[in-house]
């Protein structure tokens, strides 16, 4: 266990949450490698966006722990600390600032100081401009980059999300549900994106589109019920009687 | 001294033969010729004489006689009082003459008959044929503790039946007692545990001044224990006091409130005009008791539920209107509701004052809602019990209204998810409207109760609209139940700190514990959870 | 530094910057210099009233820098202006000394009048300038890092917040209104004589004070564009967007709140500062929470988000009321709850707002 810790950019073990009663995780225990790339499936309400928020610290747990890059305890932090540690995440629901451009967008989630006081007498480097140029080439949006956030379609919103996302550049990605409401070319494109992210960042993917999640290649861990209910390749988790029982169908 | 005691021997001698035999009519012209000379000495022996008799007559003849009002007619010895409007009355009959008497002359005073005629004043109400008239003479004497008043006091409490009445005569001849020097010890022992079981804040006085200096160590030791007794039961009072004006407090913070419960808690709505929906219930209240005053004064006592629907109706469709016009364009903008209807309120205040003046209306009390109900020091005023068990009604109708029919039904689908509600073929628009007049009218209502309790002026429902959104913040936004438990403690929480911190800054301390309160728990206390009120 | 605060200016910008430049010296000019049967004179009950119209306009800039920029509709600035009225009012008290009706050289009339034989510990040193001038800062200041800390700290936000806000103003002005918080209860502080030895009712007196006001205004706008220009301004308007999404950035998001709202708050002081030698009298109905939501109002009118629409918003709403006022009294507050109604349904974005969005012009906000 402890070389499973220290060897882990995310450590989750034992992990309870209820809502009024209602179990949304429960017993909830795995290990993210560094530079990993994960993806997680299961059916509607089985804990996944729960336990992304427990890991960014939108939610205490009950009970559990949860350790991040082998030593920070994330049960005890707020919001933006943890974020500060090295993990970005992208929401369900595409979340961008409505008032802001494309580029100012960016801009905001780059990597850099965050307190108020640098925000105050800071302005953008050369080196913020390049990498926010860069970013615009991946995600694409280089033509949109004066629009404001909120007037983009809903896969552009996801894009935009992602290029935030990696001008956070953290060490661990969250991304819940990225290719809904893309085209299928653009989810094979997020399919690459991820795969060669990886690596460098440990990827956490939350995805209920399986030719994705057999695109991405990793080991998929399916959540049922707020616990693991079967990890491993793809082919032996889409095997896994139970798990076709619970979420694939036959 | 000694004519007084005279005088009180033979109101006492009276007495006696008051129960012994009660005097027949025809004594009743003697014993009333007796005030019919010029002689002070008679007078005032004749004053003690009509004290005794126990005639019904006696005491109108004696305040008659106090007042200089008496005459006697020299001829036949007969007494005539003048009433107030300057007309005669045979003092023997109690009726008008049948011809206006002549050659009256009046019945003359002098210190000594006004000495005799307050002590056969008091002594003889102590004997009233009206039992509120008896306990006030005993209060009085209470009051005064004139050590002459024992001797009627022991015949008085031989002779009375009715337990209440005796009680007070009782207590009475303790306060004379307790203070009383000469009297037997055991007899001011047992005064001061009479006092005691009284148990106000005058027998705690009149205990306090018992000392060294004027009693016994036996005695001053029962009175120090009977007051401790005293102070515990009169904590206890005030205990009970401060709980029953915050529970009233409590009720009209209810009242302001429960109408915003459903457009702010349920809607979502910051519905600033809250406060004006009230003022124009109360205003409703007074062109009613208008109506009724010039046209059906008959009608007086139901004019607050006449009042109560129409209450409703006019704020309901005033709300309806401004929801209409206003504010089903600024959905999903709560803050830029918050400013239209705050114009709103403006508007409608000055809308009152142009039509009904800038000062305070008179809206008057039906009989039911008058008088207090006193338990024993425990003091109830009708008003508020009524406002109080109005508040409750009101509050638990509209829960009804919420859960049980399907308006309800459908305006909790529509608060809870609009899309989901429209797609299922509600029609949203009208649900909206609805609950908003419905919320509207209900504050409406409240309007009429607070018209009871409050000055009706235009400036109604500014006092009450900052109070209201915190009962509603407070109790948890969304949650009736809250709002109802919100205003309790809301209430009860004022009229504890009040007696300590003073009523402005009790209310400053009330705030300063909402806000850190709502810091603390942003979404009140019963708060929705859930993911529809992170977003 | 200089450059810190005209970074990325724009036409409005430096228009309204050399507009108030031109009137602080203009119409201090016209008062002073111009004979008074000239038309081109401007009497000096004009020059007070103007002078109050932009101190106004200081606590509008200050609202719009919280409202406008991050989405924190303040019900309660009209307290952080009400104190730096009132620490202004208690130097002005002060200077009063043996003038009083009870000249009394220490205690002020009202403690007099109510028998006090000290002077309360609050009204220590009040009788220097330079401690009353930290004061008009530091007080609201602190108030405001109170209460936001509290506040931002505990999440509240939107109208949660706003409620919160009025309250804190509700229960300043019951405290105010109290005697025994010696601060001249009912009366408030007013009969005010002199201010640095020049007599407050002096033309040349209010002609300055109008100039300072002007400066004070312009001075109030840069900083708050120097804010929302830089990278500090985007944060809040992150912030205002999707709050925890700007979170999940990184940003503690309520240190950004904290302090643009401490700044706001400053900023309201030092407008209530000015605004009572010009008016000559402060008391506890500065803390009405329907002035301060009038205020919002301004900033609603002008242009929430502008900075120069708030400004812009506060002199024409008080204009019309001083004029409304005069001609048919009974009428104001028909105008000015029309006002509020019309604004937000057909004038969302406030005058400035509607008028760049016409003419195509992007506002002077965060984005270029
Ligand atoms: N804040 C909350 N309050 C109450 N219940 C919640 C809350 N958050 C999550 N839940 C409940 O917890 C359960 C798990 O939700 P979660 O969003 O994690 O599911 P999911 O696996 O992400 O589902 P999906 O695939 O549909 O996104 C659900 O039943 C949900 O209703
Ligand atoms: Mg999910």
């Known amino acids: 266990m402890s070389a499973d810790l220290t060897d882990s950019i995310l450590y989750l073990d034992a992990v309870s949450v209820s809502f009024d009663g209602f179990r949304a995780l429960h017993d909830l225990s795995f290990v993210v490698g560094r530079g990993e790339l994960r993806a997680i499936i299961g059916p509607n309400g089985a804990g996944k966006t729960t336990m992304m928020d427990v890991v960014t610290g939108k939610t205490r747990p009950d009970k559990g722990i949860v350790i991040f890059d082998g030593s920070i305890d994330l049960t005890t932090r707020d919001e933006a600390s943890i974020a500060a540690f090295g993990i970005g995440r992208k929401f369900q629901k595409p979340t961008v600032f409505d008032g802001q451009t494309v580029e100012d967008s960016l801009l905001l989630a780059l990597e850099g100081p965050r307190s108020a006081f640098s925000a105050l007498f800071g302005w953008r480097s050369r080196v913020a401009v390049e990498q926010i140029i860069d970013k615009l080439a991946i995600i694409r949006l280089g033509d949109l980059r004066s629009k404001l956030a909120g007037s983009l379609s809903h896969g552009q919103k996801q894009w935009l999300e992602i290029g935030m996302l990696l001008a956070q550049n953290p060490k661990l990605l969250l991304v819940d549900e990225p290719v809904a409401g893309m085209t299928d070319a653009e989810t094979e494109e997020t399919a690459r994106l991820l795969t060669s992210i990886a690596g460098e960042h440990a990827v956490v993917v939350v995805e209920h589109d399986m030719s994705f999640v057999r695109a991405l290649g990793c080991k998929v861990t399916c959540l049922h019920e707020g616990s693991v209910l079967a990890e491993g390749t793809i082919d032996s988790v889409s095997a896994n009687e139970r798990v076709i029982d619970v979420y694939l169908g036959r | 001294m000694f004519r007084r005691f005279v005088i009180l021997f033979s109101v006492l001698i009276g007495l006696v033969a008051l129960a012994a035999a009660p005097i027949r009519a025809d004594d009743a012209s003697l014993v009333l010729k007796r005030l019919a000379t010029d002689n002070y000495g008679e007078i005032e022996a004749g004053v003690a004489a009509l004290a005794a008799s126990g005639l019904p007559v006696s005491e109108a003849v004696l305040t008659a006689l106090a007042d200089s009002r008496l005459s006697y007619r020299p001829s036949d010895k007969a007494l005539f009082i003048k009433d107030t409007s300057g007309g005669w009355i045979d003092a023997a009959t109690n009726a008008a003459p049948a011809e206006a008497p002549s050659g009256l002359k009046s019945v003359k005073l002098n210190n000594r008959v006004r000495r005799a005629l307050e002590a056969a004043l008091g002594s003889m109400t102590l004997m009233s044929p009206d039992p509120m008239k008896r306990i006030a003479a005993a209060e009085a004497v209470f009051k005064s503790r004139d050590a002459n008043t024992l001797a009627p006091l022991d015949v008085v409490i031989g002779k009375e039946a009715d337990p209440v009445v005796k009680r007070y005569f009782e207590e009475a001849r303790a306060a004379v007692l307790l203070l009383k020097t000469d009297a037997p010890e055991t007899d001011r022992v047992r005064a001061a545990e009479r006092l005691g079981e009284r148990g106000d804040q005058d027998s705690l006085a009149l205990l306090g001044s018992v000392t060294e200096a004027n009693a016994t160590a036996n005695i001053v030791s029962a009175a120090k224990l009977a007051a401790k007794g005293i102070e515990s039961r009169l904590a206890l009072l005030s205990t009970a006091q401060n709980a029953w004006y915050g529970l009233s407090l409590g009720s009209v913070l209810l009242l302001a409130a429960i109408g915003l419960a459903i457009t702010f808690g349920v809607m979502g709505i910051i519905n600033m005009a809250h406060g004006e929906m009230v003022m124009l219930g109360a205003y409703t209240t007074f062109v009613v008791q208008e109506i009724i005053r010039t046209k059906v004064p008959s009608l007086f006592d139901w004019s607050l539920p006449i009042a109560i629907p129409l209450a409703f109706c006019v704020s309901g469709l005033v709300g309806l209107l401004i929801e209409r016009v206003i504010i089903r364009h600024l959905y999903g903008r709560p803050l830029e509701t918050l400013l239209a209807t705050w114009g709103v309120s403006l508007v409608l205040q000055q809308a009152v004052r142009s039509v009904f003046g800038a000062n305070n209306r008179e809206v008057g009390a039906p009989s039911y809602m008058a008088g207090v109900w006193d338990l024993g020091g425990f003091q109830i005023t009708y008003g508020r019990l009524w406002i109080i068990v109005f508040s409750l009604v009101v509050f638990f109708a509209l829960l009804g209204v919420m859960k049980g029919t399907s308006l309800g039904l459908r305006m909790r689908a529509v608060i809870q998810n609009r899309r989901m509600a429209a797609a299922m073929g509600i029609r949203t628009p009208v649900v909206d409207a609805l609950t908003f007049a419905l919320g509207s009218g209900v504050a409406g209502i409240a309007g009429v109760a607070l018209s009871q309790i409050d000055n009706v002026s235009p400036n109604l429902g500014q006092s009450y609209i900052i109070d209201s959104f915190l009962v509603v913040v407070f109790g948890g936004v969304g949650n009736l139940w809250g709002t109802l438990l919100g205003a309790l403690s809301l209430g009860l929480a004022n009229k504890f700190l009040e007696p300590v911190a003073g009523a402005v800054l009790g209310k400053i301390i009330l705030l300063a514990v909402i806000i850190l309160f709502i810091q603390r728990r942003p979404r009140g206390l019963f708060a929705l959870k859930g993911r529809a009120v992170d977003s | ?368």
């Not at chain 3, 009321?321 to 019309?342: D, S, V």
């Open chain 3, 1 to 368: 530094m200089i450059a810190f605060f005209f970074r990325k200016f724009d036409r409005m910008a430096t228009g309204f910057v050399i507009l108030l430049a031109a009137i602080a010296i203009l119409v201090p000019v016209l008062n002073l210099a111009v004979p008074e049967g000239s038309p081109f004179h401007i009497p000096t009950y004009l020059v007070s009233l103007w002078g109050k119209y932009l101190a106004f306009a200081l606590l509008a800039v200050a609202l719009d820098l919280v409202w406008g920029y991050c989405g924190i509709l303040s019900l309660g600035h009209g307290a952080f202006f009400a104190l730096g009225g009132y620490a202004m009012g208690m130097y002005l008290m002060r200077q009063i000394g043996t003038r009083g009706v009870y000249a009394d050289p220490v205690l002020p009339d009202f403690m007099v009048f109510l028998n006090w034989k000290e002077l309360p510990f609050t009204w220590y040193f009040f009788d220097h300038f330079a401690y009353a001038v930290v004061m008009v800062v530091l007080v609201p200041s602190v108030l405001a890092l109170v209460f936001g800390w509290f506040a931002f700290r505990s999440r509240v936000t939107g109208v949660y917040l706003s409620i919160i806000t009025q309250a804190l103003t509700y229960a300043l002005l019951l405290a105010f209104f109290r005697n025994d918080m010696g601060f001249g209860g009912n009366n408030g502080l007013t009969d005010f004589k002199d201010i640095l030895g020049l007599s407050v009712q002096a033309p040349t007196t209010r002609a300055a004070l109008f100039a300072l006001t002007a400066v004070f205004l312009a001075l109030g706008f840069l900083v708050a564009r120097a804010i929302v220009v830089s990278r500090f301004g985007q944060v809040l308007a992150a912030i205002r967007d999707a709050e925890s999404r700007t979170r999940f950035l990184g940003y503690r998001v309520e240190s950004y709140k904290l302090l643009v709202f401490v700044v706001s708050a400053a900023m309201a002081g030092i407008a209530g500062a000015l605004y009572v030698p010009q008016v000559g009298i402060i008391n506890p109905s500065e803390f009405a929470p329907s002035n301060s939501i009038e205020a919002v109002i301004w900033v609603a009118v002008g242009g929430r988000g502008t900075l120069v629409g708030a400004a812009l918003g506060a002199v024409l709403v008080n204009f019309a009321k001083t004029w409304l006022t005069g001609m048919l009294p009974e009428f104001w507050l028909y105008g000015l709850g029309a006002l509020f109604i019309l604004v937000t349904l057909f004038l969302p974005k406030g005058i400035i707002g509607a008028l760049t969005s016409r003419f195509g012009r992007p506002g002077d906000g965060g984005a270029q």
